[in-house]
């Protein structure tokens, strides 16, 4: 989970049920380099639906944004010393 991101984000388009296009907008990244967002959309897995998630390739790893989740209303998020765990609130 990254504490600095503002939406989830992913490098992986297969991931994505459903992409819009984004227009020329540029991402700055926690290195402060600027990266491109190519567009936004769903991811939908068994366990969880994102909506408004970033594609952008040239991450290497998924990031979730905990604020997404919480303003959402969808999901619990708890912290231990030890894991995050994020519920689904019908569950």
Known sequence: MDYGALH???????????????PSIHIMAADGTFVPLIGVGSIVTPHLSLPNVYLILK????IAFVGQFCDSGD?????????????????
């Open 8 to 22: 989830h984000m992913s490098p992986d388009s297969s991931s994505f049920t459903y992409l819009s296009p984004s």
């Open 59 to 62: 991450l290497k790893l998924n």
């Open 75 to 91: 999901y619990l998020v708890t912290f231990s010393s030890l894991f995050c765990c994020v519920q689904d609130v019908q569950s």
